[in-house]
């Protein structure tokens, strides 16, 4: 190695060559240590690559288990290679049982179901093997002590079974205790540890399990009694508040005839407790409604309908409705009166109940109302079944009183809250006393006060005033016809960037049917910044398109604006147009802008016909209607286009006297062509049509003067707008 070049950490403290071989031999030994070390990894690290030999049960005797006593583990081992230990495979394992309802497993877990036997096979990498394995109930027999069928009656003392477990000798151990027992309906009868306990009349199958052997006896429940009946003195109608009410007696009758009185002992239950309930056969009414009570006695049920009326019609509280009051208030009495007919009324003040819903805002006694605090609560009166209610809401200390919005706008015959009157109460916090402000109007016929509200009859302007225990303030309001419409003098505007154009001129309709111009009262608005709204004018400040939007009252109105760079030139294709009567053909106009840039302008612009009856434009169509000649005349941007049109007939052929011709060489001869319309006029055009010879060196044409030079044949042919015409020369 040379100098000045690195050098492996090892190396580089170890120069001479005693370090070079001690350090070769301990990198040898780590080498030997961790071979070792492989050696000890277990093979299920890799199980994709072990070689298994075969596999054979850990205990391959073969297997008795017992029913619900017992469960058994089976073990599989298998030989791999290169391991000197076999290895537990039993989680691996495929496991199946010949008889599953008679042994079950599970990884090797084996659980009797039933007598008989079965064979265990397990499964592994190729290699199955199988033991013999017999279940066996633990005993004989599961026996009740009582083996027909049991009746009891309803109200016996509990019934009490027993089970004993048989052996194979016949002898038998009492499991009443340890055994699990289940009732088929346990609304009939349910059963535990053997004790049977009758529910109602009916039939239950009585089950006693144990060591998965089983037996059952079926106990019918019957009532000693056939019926039972309900009577009251007096009927079955109350009314809220009855002092006297007589108890309902509850009478059973036996299977045998005779009856009994079983009014203490029998379950009494109310349909519907918020209108009666029941104890005994008591009753205790709490409002009108119906309920129905039913008495229940060892099997036997009635029921009966009770209806409980209210003594009175109404309640009525004086004074009525929702109030607020101030903490220092002094009380408000009010008084709780029924009455059956509006001419007869009683007092009922102390003898009601009175609540409040927060005693923290507002108390209440024999209808006295305190205020007591900041807040609210429901005051309520109850005597007999009927309850009424009033709200109070009870405000702190009024200090001062004002309107946010002192100035506000209606429209004729619109009805709108009055404004939200607002306080500053002792503590410093703002308040809304609304509810207990008084309202006056200093002109009813313009602003009308009603439930709260204020109601616009007619334009005009009106004051009104907010009272408050001596504060007042007041709030003016301006009542305006609605708008109809507003009509703007153009529904589009156009302005080239840099000029001004006038916003246009606006009219307003109101529902009443007056109109009024009102352009400066319209408050303007664009959707971009490229245009300048000032002093009624528009001036365009970069190219695009906008909306500009006015607002009046309850009205707006959109115009779409176009702004765009002046253009300098119009080109017009075709530049003038020739056409047949019935004829269309489309124009395209394109302008040029400074920039030299093109723009279509086809649809934008409007053209007038300086003769209607001989041509108009329709859109980008110029369609002739009669002969004749007109000038459509358009503009844009100021500037104005032109567009000549001629309307002629319609050429239907060219003709001539003759077809054919013959001369002799160095004669001549004259075509006379005429043109023929479709107005039935027909003209010379020999001198207008373009002639032809397909061979010249025979014959030559020439606003048909038609020269034979020498002998031979030859076709002359006349064209003229689109139609042609062939004659045939010969020349002898």
């Known amino acids: 190695m040379k100098e000045g ?8 403290h170890n120069r001479s060559g005693a370090g070079t071989a001690r350090l070769g031999r301990l990198l040898l030994s780590l080498m030997v240590v961790c071979l070792g070390l492989l050696s000890f990894v277990p093979a299920t690290g890799y199980a994709a690559d072990e070689v298994v030999k075969s596999i054979e049960w850990e205990n391959d005797s073969p297997v008795h288990i017992y029913v619900d006593h017992n469960t058994y583990q089976l073990k599989v081992l298998a030989e791999v290679a290169g391991l000197t230990m076999k290895k537990d495979v039993t989680e691996e394992a495929y496991w199946l049982s010949s008889n599953p309802a008679t042994v079950k497993v599970e990884k090797g877990l084996l659980s009797a179901l039933k007598n008989g036997s079965s064979k265990i096979s397990a499964k592994y990498k190729g290699f199955s093997i199988t033991v013999d394995v017999t ?49 088929s309906n346990t609304a009939v009868a349910t059963v535990s540890k053997g004790k049977v306990i009758a529910k109602s009349k009916g039939t239950a199958v009585i089950t006693v399990k144990y060591k998965g052997m089983s037996d059952t006896v079926e106990v019918k429940v019957v009532s000693p009694y056939s019926s039972i009946d309900i009577s009251s003195i007096g ?16 009478v059973a009758k036996l299977v045998g005839g005779s009856t009994e009185d079983v009014t203490e002992r029998a379950e009494w239950t109310s349909s519907n407790s ?56 002094e009380p408000l009495q009010v008084q709780a009166q029924v009455m059956n007919d509006a001419s007869n009324k009683l007092d009922v003040t102390a003898l009601a109940k009175w609540t409040s819903s927060n005693s923290m805002a507002v108390t209440v006694a024999n209808g006295k109302i305190t205020p007591k605090a900041t807040g609210a609560a429901s005051i309520s009166a109850e005597y007999k079944g009927i309850t009424k209610s009033i709200n109070i809401t009870v405000l702190p200390t009024l200090l001062s ?89 153009s529904k589009a505007v156009s302005i080239i960037v840099g000029q001004e154009v006038s916003i246009p001129a606006v009219r307003a309709i109101f529902e009443d049917g007056t109109e009024e111009a009102l352009t400066n009262q319209i408050t303007w608005k664009t959707s971009t910044p490229n245009v300048l709204v000032k002093d009624g004018k528009l001036r365009g400040l970069l190219q695009g398109k906008l909306t500009l939007t006015g607002t009046y009252l309850n009205k707006t109105i959109t115009i779409p604006v176009t702004l765009e760079e002046e253009i300098t030139e119009f080109r017009v294709e075709p530049d003038s147009l020739e056409l047949n009567i019935g004829q269309s053909k489309s124009v395209k106009v394109t302008g040029v802008y400074k920039d030299g840039t093109t723009t279509t302008l086809t649809s934008k612009i409007t053209w007038d016909s300086a003769a209607p009856n001989v041509a108009v434009m329709k859109g980008s169509f110029v369609k002739a209607a009669a002969i004749g000649q007109t000038v459509l005349s358009g503009s844009y941007q100021g500037k104005k286009i032109q567009l000549i049109v001629k309307v002629v007939p319609k050429l239907v052929k060219l003709e001539a006297d003759e077809k054919s011709y013959s001369l002799a060489a160095g004669g001549s001869a004259v075509i ?59 020349v002898k």
Do not use: C
């Open 5 to 12: 070049t690195s050098s492996p950490l090892w190396f580089s």
């Open 135 to 183: 279940s066996e109930y633990l005993f004989k027999e599961i026996r009740l002590n009582q083996n027909e069928n049991i009746q009891v009656e309803l109200g016996d003392p509990d019934l009490a079974l027993s089970a004993f477990a048989v052996e194979q000798d016949s002898t038998s151990n009492e499991i009443t205790t340890n055994a699990e027992w289940s009732s």
């Open 235 to 250: 009927g079955l109608e109350y009314y809220v508040g009855d002092e006297t009410i007589s108890p309902l007696i509850a």
């Open 274 to 329: 918020k209108v009666a309930q029941v104890e005994k056969g008591r009753l205790t009414l709490l409002t009108a409604g119906t309920a129905k009570i039913t008495a229940s006695y060892l099997g036997v049920t009635k029921e009966v309908s009770v209806i409980v009326r209210l003594p009175y019609q109404a309640l009525v509280l004086t004074p009525t409705g929702d109030r607020h009051m101030f903490i220092m208030d």
């Open 401 to 489: 009183m004002e309107i946010k919005d002192k100035d506000l706008q209606l429209f004729r015959n619109e009805t709108k809250a009055l404004p939200v009157v607002t306080g500053t109460a002792l503590d410093g916090d703002t308040y809304d006393f609304s509810p207990i402000a008084e309202w006056k109007s200093s002109d009813d016929r313009i602003i009308k006060i009603e439930n709260g509200k204020m109601i616009a009859d007619k334009p005009g302007t009106a004051v009104l005033t907010a009272t408050i225990r001596g504060f007042s303030t007041v709030v003016q309001v301006k009542v305006m016809e609605k708008v109809l419409a507003l009509l703007p003098s």
């Open 672 to 730: 006379a062509l005429r043109a023929i319309y479709d107005n039935g006029i027909a003209a010379d055009i020999s001198t207008e049509a373009v002639w032809s010879s397909t061979n010249l060196g025979v014959v030559q044409v020439d606003k048909g003067h038609i020269k034979a030079l020498k002998k031979g044949s030859a076709s002359v042919k006349a064209t003229f707008k689109g139609k042609s015409v062939t004659f045939r020369v010969t």
